[in-house]
């Protein structure tokens, strides 16, 4: 999906994961590059530009195509059986008081906020790959607690729990497909893990919902509500 991203921004040419599969070599990819670079040129000379169409919210009680970069991650992983998860681990070491229930509360509030969090991937009747959004869900974390971990073993405890956290695959049908993990060493001593799924995020929009998390469990341990706006198009 990098290399996709990466041909399109340096040569503006979209390409599919088909087309990857069918170029084992870079020879064969340059090729195609240029091919579909001299296709679109000609293209843009024939036609007129036309304006942007407006954007518009479309309903939720229709069943939507996946995107193709939803459909890049869905082959890898139902293809792979088992061995590739597509998950995307962030570790975070707390020192100091942390209060696991307004944790789970803040991160309800942060997948109520983010749709692509309560959306999974699922086949229809006719073998098309559609989006599942849901409305309710429960808040996914577990909590885990080690107190004999002695201090000196705790930060090599913390990267093999992360690798452990990326290498459990999701149900891509069972939304949401984001999940916290608190281990619990002392009261002062903290691993938070989220782990997502490439197919709702990347390591771009997972810093916003760290950033999210931060405000709402900021604004919980204030006493407030947690302020996150409704964001006007997802």
């Not at 340096?10 to 990857?20: E, M, Q, Y």
């Not at 024939?46 to 459909?71: D, F, G, H, I, V």
């Not at 999974?120 to 429960?138: N, P, T, Y």
Request: with cysteine; proline share 6%; glycine share 6%.
């Amino acid at each position: 999906l990098r290399l996709l991203q990466r041909i399109r921004r340096v040569s503006s040419v979209a390409l599919s994961f088909d087309d990857l599969v069918r170029c084992p070599t870079p020879c064969d990819l340059a090729a195609l590059v240029r091919e579909r670079e001299n296709r679109d040129s000609h293209a843009e000379r024939l036609e007129s530009p036309a304006e942007p169409e407006p954007l518009e919210k479309l309903s939720r009680s229709k069943t939507w195509p996946a995107t193709e970069n939803q459909l890049v991650y869905w082959k890898v992983i139902t293809g792979s059986k088992g061995k590739a998860t597509g998950n995307i681990v962030r570790p975070m070491r707390v020192r100091g008081g942390f209060n696991s229930e307004l944790f789970g509360q803040a991160f309800r509030a942060v997948i109520n906020r983010h749709e692509s969090l309560r959306t999974g991937l699922k086949e229809d009747a006719k073998g098309v790959v559609v989006q599942k959004i849901i409305r309710r869900f429960r808040v996914p974390v577990t909590i885990e607690t080690l107190p004999e971990i002695p201090s000196r073993r705790r930060q090599t405890e913390c990267i093999r729990r992360a690798d452990q956290e990326g290498k459990e695959p999701f149900d891509l049908g069972r939304p949401p497909l984001i999940r916290a993990k608190i281990v619990v060493f002392d009261s002062d001593d903290h691993l938070l893990m989220i782990c997502v799924n490439h197919a709702v995020a990347d390591g771009t929009s997972l810093g916003i919902i760290w950033d999210d998390l931060i405000k709402a469990y900021g604004a919980l341990v204030d006493g407030r509500e947690p302020e996150l706006e409704d964001l006007p198009f997802q």
